[in-house]
């Protein structure tokens, strides 16, 4: 049981570059997020999609998009790189509601020169 | 949204018990309160959750008074292992993930 799989784990793009970040839970989970960590910041959340077909902006949304593919998989894509997207991407799942406890990937470290 | 306040933060040794203490003054009457746990390089793990008074697992402990302003994590004869960030995490809505916010969360070392 994978849980929640991000890829890339490591990515360096160069500015005004375009990137995908995937993330895909296998818990069959309803809700998926996608927040940013940044030194002393803490998790920020971009967007969070509560269910299938449905996705809503968080806290940081600029500069994103995201997409709830199916029930498994939500992208986030940065259309055009900027330097202040250096940061660490973490996508997690819930079964469905936001007082359920939250599943994490891994990480997305991701660079922009 | 409701924000929330931890030391950046604490020390300790090998077998003592610790206490971590976040504030939420602006807490809503339908939010619970949500501790996780980070080490690097790895995405922050679930700890324990809880609304009111006491809840514990084989883990820790989580005291939250009557005002519930505030919430304590404890932590029993903690090991080298502890040593991991430390995030409170509080918000609730009725169908979706408006004002979850993570506090800065507290780094937490452990001594031999």
């Known amino acids: 049981n994978a849980g929640v799989t991000q890829t890339p784990k490591f990515q360096v793009l160069k500015t005004g570059q375009s990137m995908t970040l995937q993330c895909a839970q296998d818990m069959n989970h309803n809700s998926m997020y996608w927040y940013r960590q940044d030194p002393g910041m803490g998790l920020r959340l971009i967007y969070y999609?509560?269910?299938?077909?449905?996705?809503d902006k968080g806290e940081v949304p600029n500069g994103y998009n995201v997409s709830r593919l199916n029930k498994r998989e939500f992208s986030l894509r940065l259309e055009s790189a900027a330097p202040s997207q250096t940061s660490v991407y973490f996508c997690?799942?819930?079964?469905?509601?936001?007082?359920?406890?939250?599943?994490f990937g891994d990480g997305t470290r991701l660079s922009i020169l | 949204l409701a924000k929330t306040t931890q030391p950046i933060s604490m020390d300790s040794y090998e077998g003592q018990e610790v206490n971590i203490t976040c504030s939420h003054n602006?807490?809503?009457?339908?939010?619970?309160i949500t501790w996780y746990q980070q080490f690097p390089s790895q995405g922050p793990r679930f700890i324990i959750q809880g609304y009111k008074t006491k809840v514990t697992n084989e883990v820790a402990s989580l005291f939250i008074p009557a005002d519930r302003k505030s919430s304590t994590l404890s932590l029993p004869r903690v090991s080298l292992s502890d040593t991991a960030v430390y995030y409170c995490?509080?918000?609730?809505?009725?169908?979706?993930?408006?004002?979850?916010?993570f506090g800065k969360g507290t780094h937490l070392i452990i001594q031999p």
């Open positions: 995490l509080v918000g609730w809505s009725g169908g979706g993930a408006d004002g979850l916010t």
């Open positions: 602006n807490i809503a009457t339908n939010d619970y």
């Open positions: 999609s509560a269910s299938e077909g449905t996705t």
């Open positions: 997690a799942s819930t079964e469905g509601g936001r007082n359920q406890p939250q599943h």
